[in-house]
């Protein structure tokens, strides 16, 4: 992706969020419902791969198509890293809390 002010500025604003509910709030107002649960189906997809449950076993519980794990799984592995980041520190943060 191309770096630009305008998505400078989109990521400085979800980096502004204080917590949990100012997210579900700047994401209700700036994505559809869609959107969103697309978002939140392809990090529980990367959780899972991450696990190594397999493609027919995520798709079944997620609902997800094999096509949308598969690219999931692509970026996880090959991907700029941000998958990664995220899963680790979330891990982390379970294991300290």
């Known amino acids: 992706m191309n770096h630009s002010p305008s998505a400078d500025r989109l990521f400085q604003a979800i ?3 204080k917590n949990v509910e100012e997210c579900y709030d ?4 700036i994505c559809t419902i869609t959107e ?3 978002m939140i189906q392809r990090l ?4 899972l791969i991450d696990e190594g449950i397999s493609y027919q076993k995520i798709s ?3 609902g997800v198509s094999t096509a949308t794990i598969s690219r999931v799984s692509r970026c996880l592995n090959y991907g700029a890293g941000g998958y990664r980041t995220v899963i680790d520190r979330l891990r982390e943060e379970e294991e300290t809390a």
Do not use: G, Q, V
């Not at 700047?26 to 107002?29: R, V």
């Open 15 to 17: 980096l502004s969020l």
């Open 26 to 29: 700047f994401f209700e107002d």
């Open 36 to 38: 969103i649960r697309d």
């Open 44 to 47: 529980d997809t990367a959780f």
């Open 60 to 62: 079944d519980r997620i």
